[in-house]
């Protein structure tokens, strides 16, 4: 497995096991007539916020990698 590989796989677990456990944390706020929807904002906001930082360390180290072949 590649360096690139590595880091992507690290970086997709990063980004959507908190926001499946905070949409999940809606879903339970929701079927105990809670207000659920504080729940589902932050997980887009994690979503959001957590994909662009790991786009950003992607293209970091595939640049890098690309880099040092040249």
Do not use: D
Not at 6 to 16: C, D, E, N, P
Not at 37 to 63: D, E, H, Q, T, Y
């Amino acid at each position: 497995m590649t360096r690139e590989t590595t880091i992507a796989r690290v970086l997709l677990v990063f980004v959507f096991a908190p926001g499946g456990g905070l949409f999940g944390k809606a879903v339970a706020e929701a079927a105990q007539a809670r207000p659920w929807w504080p729940w589902l904002v932050a997980a887009l906001v994690w979503l959001l916020v957590a994909g662009a930082i790991s786009m950003a360390v992607s293209n970091r180290a595939a640049s890098n990698r690309s880099a040092e072949h040249r």
